[in-house]
């Protein structure tokens, strides 16, 4: 695998354990490592430039959170949803940040409009450079805005561990033809309804976004596994 410097850790500030799972969890988002791959210790051990307790503490927590599956023979690999769970975590998905929309449009300060303003900005112009890890980091910081606004810890929790678990599809989605454009039109248009104060039109926004992004990442993994039944 090339560009090995990108994952290597500093061995201060934050500790080493949660700086792994950190470069981990981005190298599936960004599909360095996708679904179905396997995370041997050793190889990650070269890659992170960590030894292997923190590489197994990372990824059981990993684990934890769905984004590893770990197999008898076979060890941990990176989880494979399959189409009917997909179509669960979208559901959940659009729900949420529907109310997280509404939420901010109605309750959320000045200042964190206007840094999802900026959030809306950066992914745009991310965009222009096609899928990559400026792209991950702007998507993540216009959801990091759209959580913190909505004032409620408890759906902001919720939408991190989905969010963790739609990164295994998010690049698959993106990837598809037109479907950046589009993702990107659409964030401007929730981004709009908040700063208008509009909660319905926000919650509709934001359901309207996740649903045409379920819409692509179902079709793709339709063709990759068939119809379901």
Known sequence: MDDVGALQVERQSASLRVQVEDRLRQAIAEGRFK???RLIERELCALIGVGRTSIREALRQLEAEGLVTS???RGPVVTVISYEEAKQL???RALL???AGQ???EQ???DQIAALDDAVKEFEAAAGGG???RLTAAKDAFYDCLMSGCGNVFARQMLTTLHNRINLLRMTSMNQPGRLSHSVSEIKDIAAAIRDRDGARAAAA???HIERAATVALDYLRQQVGSPE
């Open 108 to 110: 959320g300060s000045h």
């Open 131 to 133: 899928a990559g890890r």
């Open 97 to 99: 940040e529907s109310f």
């Open 35 to 37: 679904p179905g791959d």
């Open 103 to 105: 939420s901010f449009a």
């Open 90 to 92: 979208y559901s959940v």
């Open 71 to 73: 197999y008898a023979h």
């Open 206 to 208: 934001c359901k309207l």
